[in-house]
């Protein structure tokens, strides 16, 4: 097992002050979250260790032309998440920033997470970058979308309601794009005045660029990753432990803080 590596040294400690000082004087905050924050739910992460299904990658499967190819195969993949996700509940890092999401003049969560966690912890101001596993769409894409939670899933997708197509899962998969409004309002929220940026190996984009955006426009960064990423380099802290632990360590504080500053 990967040891976790939560650093309670000066320097981590400096850290997490820092970013309690900035959320207390923040009216903006954005929180951009990846499968790391759903790891302690027991979601598989698509990368690293366990991040395999039988012998794919993401980039393997998560792809228009994949389905092309063999929709069962990629529907078999969906199926067994389906499952795993069923049984999962939001963790504490989940409801923290749920918490978080209604406590600010501006919260936005920016998730490319597809399982649904942060919308069952109720967060506010959720976009949800990549879609849900919770709902489907035409694959022809005459524009249906519907949602589907059955678990198990059938062997093989069921037909478009409208056009009698294949269906497909309403996520986005590389190469398309993401939904306009989606990322119109992931922009928008890189106008704020703290930019955190959560269990996300920082390396697909669109989102991966969010946080340099927010930076460009005078955001306070920070990084809360169980590893370094790309974005650990540019941010203002870097703080390497699991997103569980440290949100609700900084969130203790941070919750119990007097406001009359
Ligand atoms: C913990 C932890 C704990 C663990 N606590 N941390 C610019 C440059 C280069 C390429 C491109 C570019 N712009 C577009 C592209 C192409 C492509 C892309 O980004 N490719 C990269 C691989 C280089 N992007 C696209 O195609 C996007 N579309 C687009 O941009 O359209 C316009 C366009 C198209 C083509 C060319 C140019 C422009 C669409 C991207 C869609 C991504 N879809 C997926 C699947 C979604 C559906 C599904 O779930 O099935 O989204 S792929 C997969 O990766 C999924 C995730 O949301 C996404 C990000 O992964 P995430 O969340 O970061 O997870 P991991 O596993 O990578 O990392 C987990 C992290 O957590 C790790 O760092 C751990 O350390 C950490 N961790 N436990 C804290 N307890
Ligand atoms: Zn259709």
């Known amino acids: 097992m990967k040891p976790v590596r939560l650093q309670p040294d000066t320097t981590y400690c400096m850290d997490i002050d820092q970013i309690i000082e900035k959320l207390l004087d923040a009216r903006r905050v954005t929180i951009l979250t990846g499968a790391g924050v759903s790891a302690a739910s027991g979601v598989p992460t698509f990368r690293g260790q366990g ?120 996520v986005v998969w590389f190469g398309e794009t993401l939904n306009p409004a989606d990322l119109d309002a992931a922009f928008d929220a890189c106008a704020c005045d703290m930019f955190l940026t959560v269990g996300t190996s920082a390396i697909v984009h669109p989102a991966a660029g969010l946080v340099h955006e927010a930076r460009r426009r005078g ?16 941010v203002d802290v870097a703080l390497q432990g699991p997103a569980e632990q440290i949100l609700a360590e900084i969130a203790a504080r941070y919750e119990s803080s007097p406001r009359d500053r």
């Open 51 to 170: 991040g395999l299904w039988r012998q794919y990658r993401a980039e393997d499967l998560a792809t228009p032309g994949a389905f092309a190819r063999d929709p069962s195969l990629v529907w078999e993949w969906y199926g067994w998440r389906r499952e795993l996700i069923a049984s999962c509940r939001p963790n504490a890092a989940h409801e923290v920033i749920a918490r978080w999401s209604r406590g600010f003049e501006r919260c936005r969560v920016l998730t490319q997470n597809v399982d649904d966690l942060h919308a069952r912890a109720d967060t506010a101001g959720l976009v949800r970058l990549h879609g849900s596993i919770w709902e489907l769409a035409c694959w022809r894409g005459c524009g249906a979308t519907w949602r589907d939670e059955s678990v198990p899933l059938a062997s093989s997708p069921p037909r478009c309601p409208r056009c009698g197509n294949l269906a497909r899962p309403a």
């Open 219 to 234: 955001a306070f960064t920070a990084e809360i990753n169980l590893d370094s990423t790309p974005a650990s380099a540019h």
